[in-house]
């Protein structure tokens, strides 16, 4: 086994804070980076909110893990 699929196979993590800027039924878009919410699930929040997303990503599509509200966009 090489490092490369050693690394493909294993998710990253991690934690992106920012204004929501879109929100869509499957996906939601935070400081500009497109994030897929798992299947029923679902985001409450207005788009314009700044929220600290905690999410997985493996092969390059990252899937939301948890979702909070960090502050309000001035």
Same mark, same amino acid.
């Given at each position: 086994?090489? =490092?490369?699929?050693?690394? =493909?196979? =294993?998710?990253?993590?991690? $934690? ?9 039924? !499957?996906? $939601?878009?935070? /400081? !500009? ?6 299947? +029923?699930?679902?985001?409450?929040? =207005?788009?314009?909110?700044?929220? *600290?997303?905690?999410?997985? *990503?493996?092969? +390059?599509? /990252?899937?939301?893990?948890? $979702? /909070?509200? /960090? +502050?309000?966009? *001035?």
């Amino acid at each position: 086994m090489n =490092s490369r699929s050693a690394t =493909s196979a =294993s998710p990253l993590r991690g $934690i992106i804070i920012g204004p929501l800027g879109e929100l869509r039924p !499957d996906r $939601i878009v935070v /400081a !500009d980076r497109t994030l897929f919410l798992r299947d +029923g699930e679902s985001c409450g929040y =207005s788009v314009g909110v700044v929220l *600290e997303v905690v999410y997985t *990503e493996l092969n +390059g599509r /990252a899937s939301v893990e948890r $979702i /909070a509200l /960090a +502050g309000r966009a *001035e």
